[in-house]
């Protein structure tokens, strides 16, 4: 079975300008979360994704955004760039149950895609 | 507040030594679950184990093993032998039930085994 892929893989950008990343789960998996690692922060958890729903979201301004589609693809975008946004984005997907109780399935994570902002 | 400690920034071992990460959690849920993910050079997490807090036996996988102590709040990871390929940044994360898609990490423990 396939494991995550992200897109692209390198990226870099100017302050100011936006980009779109994108994220393709585990065959199945129906959730997809994405984090954001710097080597101050650390990886940080910026939202998931479920049924084209975002259900959970972590402490990022409203610049990040995601959505997911009917296949359960995910993209994330970054609006108006800023130098500390440079880091590592990964994404994950799980197997996710319904329910509001969900939470705790583990995570497969994606290569990553590698933002410079310039 | 949820939070996970790896006090060990970096070790470095000599090939064949034996060497544990350490993992220190801090959550007032009865029920959550914990995570060990390697990070090799090329960026991706790889998935290492999961468990739940009910569930405080101790597990062996090859060369690895995890000791899990609610007393203590600790998820200590132990590489037996270790070798050149598990040089790598080692993650301990959190997750708790209600919570979804959220792993919260652990600054990470970087192992550098030498041969």
């Known amino acids: 079975k396939a494991g995550v892929t992200q897109t692209p893989r390198y990226l870099i950008k100017t302050r100011g300008q936006q980009v779109t990343l994108s994220c393709s789960p585990i065959?199945?998996?129906?959730?997809v979360s994405w984090y954001q690692q710097t080597p101050g922060q650390g990886l940080q958890f910026l939202f998931e994704?479920?049924?084209?729903?975002?259900?959970n979201k972590g402490n990022f301004p409203g610049r990040f955004s995601g959505r997911q589609f009917s296949n359960s693809r995910s993209e994330m975008n970054v609006s108006t760039l800023e130098l500390g946004d440079s880091a590592l984005y990964l994404c994950a997907s799980s197997w996710a149950r319904i329910s509001v109780a969900g939470g705790g399935e583990t995570q497969y994570f994606g290569p990553g895609t590698r933002l410079l902002v310039l | 507040a949820q939070k996970v400690t790896q006090a060990q920034t970096e070790i470095s071992v000599v090939e064949k030594e034996d060497v544990t990460l350490d993992c220190v959690y801090e959550t007032r849920d009865t029920t959550y679950y914990l995570f060990w993910y390697k990070q090799p050079p090329s960026g991706e997490l790889v998935f290492l184990i999961r468990r739940n807090s009910f569930d405080e036996q101790n597990e062996i996988s090859g060369r690895y093993s995890w000791n899990f102590q609610k007393s203590t709040s600790s998820f200590n990871f132990t590489i037996t032998a270790s070798q050149v390929v598990d040089s790598a940044v080692y993650f301990c994360a959190l997750s708790r039930t209600g919570n979804t898609g959220k792993l919260i990490f652990g600054q990470g423990t970087t192992l550098q085994v030498k041969p």
């Open positions: 065959s199945g998996h129906r959730s």
């Open positions: 994704y479920f049924s084209e729903t975002q259900r």
